[in-house]
């Protein structure tokens, strides 16, 4: 069992940035693949960015460059730097834990937090 809360959204002007942090629970936290996916309304659950049990991340398209996923096993967080953010990423963002490394779909994560909003005015 993961439980994982985010915090760290907001409301932002384009060209800003934002720090997401997911905070999990449980001792095999390390074992898991973590991910941060996002949703606007009316819209799917997408990808966002994944960190594998062994380090290796993975981004989509769009974010790339602009984003950054770390994690410390340690501490049991895993965080996610939004840089020269745009209007097009506001939406709620989840973190989720799983154990398909790496995992791009939602259905791949069996354990989710309760997301935090993210707003990006123009």
């Known amino acids: 069992q993961v439980q994982l809360v985010e915090s760290g959204g907001g409301l932002v002007q384009a060209g800003g940035s934002l720090r997401l942090s997911c905070a999990a629970s449980?001792?095999?936290?390390?074992?898991?693949?973590i991910g941060w996916f996002r949703q606007a309304p009316g819209k799917e659950r997408e990808f966002v960015a994944t960190s594998g049990s062994g380090g290796r991340t993975s981004y989509e398209d769009s974010v790339k460059g602009r984003f950054t996923i770390s994690r410390d096993n340690a501490r049991n967080t895993v965080t996610l730097e939004m840089n020269s953010l745009k209007p097009e990423d506001t939406a709620v963002y989840y973190c989720?834990?799983?154990?398909?490394?790496?995992?791009?779909?939602?259905?791949?994560?069996?354990?989710w937090g309760q997301g935090t909003q993210v707003t990006v005015s123009s």
């Open positions: 449980g001792r095999t936290f390390s074992a898991y693949n």
């Open positions: 989720a834990a799983g154990s398909t490394d790496p995992g791009f779909r939602p259905y791949e994560y069996a354990y």
